[in-house]
């Protein structure tokens, strides 16, 4: 039931586009983001709940869809900053406050 | 607000001894999480409580661990006996109910747990 992170790594130049991918076998009601930097907590980015919406976060964006159980973080105009590791956690009901299920991350690495 | 607090930051015990983490919520959030990760396992949830009642313990790996939230501002993760196979991160994090859907977890800075 853990969802399925794809890429498990990925290197960027500042400045170029990277997307997230984060798949579930299940019904999904909700997805979190989370970047957790090296040696840190992770740090809520976003939640997009059932419906399909997306959502941004200065240059940082993720859709949802629902049908396809999936959702995709977009990080645009990379920056050095971005760097972390970042998880999407997935709850399968609404009112799931607590059963959150957290996929194994994807390493995103920005280079200068 | 000073943020999820836990203590100690990190731990180094021999196997057999009992290990005590602690955590302090952000005050006014009503939920508590305890999670651990490792490398091969990633993030994975132990127990929740709700306004201080653990709601499910499931994800607890076996009797050695218990927590226990005695109030609205503490709450402890024990291992006892510890093994080397707990060595991990220990996160505690916090939330509270929003009207309309689930909402962001604050997480503390972990306690790192080295088991010999």
């Known amino acids: 039931q853990q969802p399925v992170q794809s890429p498990q790594a990925v290197i960027l130049r500042e400045g170029e586009d990277a997307v997230i991918n984060c798949s579930s076998s299940?019904?999904?009601?909700?997805v979190h983001w989370y970047r957790q930097k090296h040696g840190e907590a992770p740090v809520f980015l976003m939640i997009?709940?059932?419906?399909?919406e997306q959502k941004g976060h200065d240059k940082i964006s993720a859709s949802f869809n629902e049908k396809k159980q999936q959702s995709s973080l977009y990080l645009t105009a990379s920056q050095l900053s971005y760097s972390g590791t970042y998880f999407c956690?997935?709850?399968?009901?609404?009112?799931?406050?607590?059963?959150?299920?957290f996929g194994k991350g994807t390493k995103l690495s920005v280079k200068p | 607000d000073a943020g999820v607090i836990q203590s100690p930051r990190h731990e180094v015990t021999e196997m057999g001894q009992e290990v005590t983490l602690r955590c302090k919520p952000i005050?006014?959030?009503?939920?508590l999480f305890w999670y651990r990760q490792t490398m091969m396992r990633g993030l994975e949830l132990l127990i929740y409580?709700?306004?201080?009642?653990?709601?499910?313990d499931s994800g607890m790996p076996e009797d050695r661990f218990s927590a226990k939230m005695p109030n609205a501002s503490f709450s402890t993760l024990k291992i006892q006996p510890s093994e080397p196979r707990d060595s991990a991160v220990y996160f505690c994090?916090?939330?509270?109910?929003?009207?309309?859907?689930?909402?962001?977890?604050?997480f503390g800075p972990g306690t790192r747990l080295t088991v010999t």
């Open positions: 994090a916090s939330s509270s109910l929003k009207a309309g859907g689930p909402y962001e977890q604050y």
């Open positions: 299940k019904a999904l009601y909700s």
């Open positions: 997009l709940l059932k419906g399909g």
């Open positions: 956690g997935t709850a399968n009901y609404g009112g799931s406050q607590g059963n959150l299920i």
């Open positions: 005050s006014g959030h009503d939920y």
């Open positions: 409580f709700n306004n201080n009642v653990p709601i499910d």
